[in-house]
């Protein structure tokens, strides 16, 4: 044993100094990172390097998530983890109610195998890995695991040393010993480092609790230096001090609070003293959030504005049998979802989502909330350590106080609930105070660019649009409407609230919507089909036949919304429309909202389709935005589409025309209206349409977030040129998205793509058109001289794309069969092109264990290249731009 020992530790020594020898130049260099960079660890695994002062992202490297737990494994308390360290919170029986465990994952895994005194078995696995990465690109050049499944990169020639990261998995399993059952698991992943001492740190971070928005401040001043957010969660912020990683200190907040600290309602004198307390101080109070992300739930102390409701667990008496509804793993009763309803009405930060509940037969069930909850005490299970490593003994001593520390097995005492409870209390009132100082500064720094931008809003909403707009402000039409809803015309046929005016009937009860100028949709019927009822006033009556030449025009196109008929009677003018389910904002911020199939990515199409129809009769719609893109009703054959709707603001150009000027200011609707559109003597022209698209593909594809920013800032970023694109759910997109809106977004009109090119675009290609293009491509260059024009350019700035060496990325089974049969350069676009054409065409020949790595042609072939190399098929398309005209690459590009 004691030779096997000896061998291991000189295996593990031989590694590390040739880690160490490949990490660094010819001649000795120290290892140093700017201290004008930040490191920012979000939960959905991804780490991004930002400059300290700007916030601005030099580059990410995604990884494996924080956390990773099941939903529910076995009836029983539910365990949820900290993402910041590991903590673990228990929820049980409501009886139990919600408490925080007195050990960690990663402790447990130090001490395990082990066994707690509630009769919990622990095992568990701790695995390290070191990545070297360029501090300029992100990209990896060494990785040293181990186990071996790694291979080291080679050596870039880059001058500058790279920035070491070390990382660590724990993966805990829990077993129940009475009934020999698993009860639950979880991975938990934390970078190498120590807590930062230095007292001269010059930033302040908050981040949400709930998202990936974060605020960092000067310390010394208040002011804010700059926003961002992640799209998932901050838990860990490091700078780099030498050679070691040091973590600094994050404040979470609660979503709304946060927004209450730096939004722009600090600068209304009306609304001071709603986050003001009595002495014109902030009042924080701590609080427990649970959340729920792709892992599982995870549980974040974070603070909250004091007063503001908190959710708690509820017990939900059983009075009988009842059926159960099924959501996607968790087994919830008809009493939990009103409890859910009822709560979400008077808690408005966060939304609450669906409950955890563990089911039972006999007694009350618990329900848990996401949401903030009060903070829970310490339990009281003791951890019995069958075996505890000399070199973990000081840091159980320190933090529970383990006493006989040579009799097996070891008892850890607990740190009593009052002395936790007293030092957590300390630490929010330190934290309460830094706020505190914090909040006038934040006032006086943020409040004059504020009320500048109140005035401009208050001077849009009160220009009066002329004719190009919708009409001539009507004050008082709103009022007269409804005044007129609570009673029917005279001279209509009426049973009770419903009208009937010729073929269109319709029930004065059942509005679906309002717009500007006093008009009204309700919900009715055509000659006996359902139908959408616009019904609008006399002094727009110009403008509904505009909006009706151009609706008969247009609605050919089966995304582009249907017209049925016009009726008309003294008071009103009735359009009869085709009946939809939900608009495009119900769509994506409803997640009750059935979808029947319909992607995102389809719905994108399927608009683009019926603006594209549009402009190829010379309509420009000027008013794109997710209110008016519908989602029709499920067809009898079950179909679903997306189509434009609201004509009110549309413009015919005139033949042969391409752009009209217009002098009668910004027409749309703010935060969704091209910046062109703000300038003196503007040209409108189709582009206007692309624009206002651009923000609602964003907007989908993110869940509901804009590009520009939240609602107070949106229209003056839009003018600035100033979004960000760091929001977009579906990462196998990302790419191909990210490239797509960037265009939709140029603020030159000229530079903007037509709706004809955008359906051209790779982020709607499947998986066969993107093998196919690959194909072509691979065979068009095969026989390109090396210094070609168009090889170049193709690998011009490739290191991203290929990863510095693109070899390195694939399967061991992969790499063992391409060098059976030729040479491949790694760090060529070419050459990767072709080994993928290659081994497809050679797909049937492959071995079978080959075949399982790949995956089926042409979705899972697709999905191993295209999620080691995101990059390539956006690089490769523009690339090959140039050639588009010729025959074998026309099907990829728009030849307009």
Known sequence: MNGFRVLKISFKLILFLEFIYLGYAEESRTLSVPESFLFVSTLDGTMYAVKKQTGEIRWSLKEDAVIQTPVYLRPGAIFIPDPKDGSLYTFGSAHDGLKKLPFSIPELVRASPCRSSDGILYTGRKTDVWYAVDLDTGIKQQTLKLDGTETVCPRMSHKKAPVFLGRTEYVITMYDSKTREKRWNATFHDYSSHLAQDVDYNLHHMCSCSDGFMVTMDASTGEILWTKNYGSPVVGIYKMDNEALLKVKINHIAKETLKHLIGANTSSA??????????????????????????????????IEEGSPLVEAKVLLIDGPKPAVSTGGSTLSHSTDAAVSKEASVNNSPPLRRPVQQPKVMEPKAALLLGHHQVPLVASPQLHITHIPDKLIPMYMLHHHLHNIKTVPKRIEKTSVKEEDRRQQQEILEMMKIHQRLLYTIIATIGIPVVLLVVFYIERSTRQYSESSRGSSLPGSRQKIDDQDKQAPENLPVKGSYVTVGKISFSLKDILGRGCEG???????????????????????????REVDLLRESDAHPNVIRYFCTEEDQQFRYIALELCEATLQEYTEDPTFQRHGLTPVSVLEQATSGLAHLHSLNIVHRDIKPHNVLISKRSASGEIKAMISDFGLCKKLMHGKNSVTCQTGAIGTDGWIAPEMFKPENKMNRAVDIFSSGCVFYYVLSGGCHPFGDQYRRQANILAGEYELEKIINSELVVEARDLIRMMLDPSPKERPTAKEILKHPFFWNREKQLAFFQDVSDRIEKEPEQSELLVSLQKESIPVVRGDWKVHLSSELQEDLRKFRTYKGSEVRDLLRAMRNKKHHYRELPDNLKASLGAVPDGYMRYFSLRFPRLLVHTYNAMSACKNEQVLQAYYYQG
């Open 270 to 303: 009306s609304h001071e003293n709603t986050f003001l307390g009595d002495r014109g101080e902030i009042v924080l109070q701590p609080t427990l959030y649970i959340g729920e992300h792709a892992g599982g739930l995870y549980a974040l102390p974070s603070l």
């Open 519 to 545: 008009t009204v949709v309700y919900k009715g019927k055509f000659d006996g089909r359902d139908a959408a009822v616009k019904r609008i006033l006399p002094e727009c009556f110009s403008f509904a036949d």
